[in-house]
């Protein structure tokens, strides 16, 4: 089934997504459209444009792929399922995410990660191959975010405060070194051979939707960033 979106109002154009009997969608000319994927089940969404906030948002299976750039807030709060971005994405990307899979060829904004959280058996991934911007991982709680930095110039790959409030899951940064300003409350390590086992199959995915050398992936060292529990954020907080 193929939509075109054009001008149409985000409304009408989600409502014909979700009341579509196929299974297989492609929306053609999306220009900002928003909620594009909202609760959506087992369907696949391929877009051709640039979907507007919250496209995925409480995503509880299927697949979008994105053929463009994502804006703000990209698979906020979902579940189950897997959007795949081939250029870059705005802020909050994954916001609060607590299952599926988040893969962007390009960059990511600031706050990916955001509240990112593990629950039962559902483990959230974010992989990003270019940089991410300030605040990665923030509060981050479970799951796991994984930043490439291919084609960075930057000795590693995120803007300022990376990890702030993280006190669950697990980080992995592709570069030449930690980030310089890490909180106390979150620590790094150079990925052991063991870590590295844990994202593979990650990698392979990664590599083969986006038809990028897993040989090149490999060919710069990775970080492994953790929360502290000898110095846990809870001392920060005042308790009656």
Do not use: W
């Amino acid at each position: 089934m193929i939509l075109t979106a054009g001008e149409k109002y985000f409304k009408d154009l989600n409502d014909e997504v979700r009341v579509a009997q196929e299974q297989e969608i492609i929306i053609e000319d999306c220009m900002g459209q928003r909620y594009i994927g909202s609760g959506m089940g087992n369907k696949h969404v391929t877009i051709h444009g640039i979907p507007g906030n919250d496209l995925g948002c409480y995503l509880n299976g299927g697949t979008i792929v994105v053929n463009g750039n994502a804006q703000d807030a990209t698979g906020d709060t979902m579940n189950e399922g897997a959007i795949i971005i081939h250029g870059s994405s705005g802020d909050a990307t994954g916001y609060a995410m607590r299952g599926g899979k988040i893969l962007v060829k390009g960059n990511a904004g600031y706050r990916a990660g955001i509240h990112m959280k593990a629950y039962k058996t559902h483990h959230p991934l974010i992989v990003i191959g270019g940089e991410a911007g300030s605040f990665l991982g923030e509060y981050q709680a479970g799951g796991t975010i994984i930043v490439l930095g291919l084609n960075s110039k930057k000795k590693a790959p995120v803007g300022s405060l990376c990890g702030t409030g993280m006190h669950g899951g697990k980080m992995y940064l592709r570069g030449e070194e930690l980030p310089a300003d890490l909180p106390k409350q979150v620590e790094g390590h150079i990925a052991t051979a063991e870590d590295m086992a844990e994202i593979d199959g990650y990698l392979d995915d990664f590599c083969r939707n986006f038809d990028i050398s897993k040989e090149e992936v490999l060919s710069k060292p990775f970080f492994v960033l953790t929360p502290n529990t000898k110095n846990p954020y809870k001392s920060l907080y005042t308790f009656n």
